[in-house]
């Protein structure tokens, strides 16, 4: 079972950034579909960021929901195994826990999660 750690999240006033990592113990990072998830209080978790192989596992397509494209930025790092998730610009709206996500099984859907990590964004 891949373990995963989240971090980076913290208090920042709008407009500004942060960046958050997660460091996954998998032994076959390179090859999952990893993702960014958030949950507000009282919201249900939405769908943030991922990234996933195109096919020919020779680059990896990245995605974006619509209230972040342009604004963050979901890479990664497989000698590390490590996800980062860049966010600047960051709004009010944008407060929530940020969850990371992989699909270690094939990519139909996301099996392992960490505990997540606190991102609040002042007004």
């Known amino acids: 079972q891949v373990q995963l750690v989240e971090s980076g999240g913290g208090l920042v006033q709008a407009g500004g950034s942060l960046r958050l990592s997660c460091a996954a113990s998998?032994?076959?990072?390179?090859?999952?579909?990893m993702g960014w998830f958030r949950q507000a209080p009282g919201a249900e978790r939405e769908f943030v960021a991922a990234?996933?192989?195109?096919?020919?596992?020779?680059?990896?397509?990245?995605s974006y929901t619509d209230s972040v494209r342009g604004r963050f930025t979901i890479s990664r790092d497989n000698a590390k195994s490590t996800l980062y998730l860049q966010m600047d610009s960051l709004k009010p709206e944008d407060t929530a826990v940020y969850y990371c996500?992989?699909?270690?099984?094939?990519?139909?859907?996301?099996?392992?999660w960490g505990q997540g990590t606190q991102v609040t964004v002042s007004s």
């Open positions: 990234s996933s192989w195109i096919g020919g596992r020779t680059s990896y397509r990245t």
């Open positions: 998998g032994r076959t990072f390179s090859a999952y579909t």
């Open positions: 996500a992989a699909a270690t099984r094939g990519a139909a859907s996301y099996d392992a």
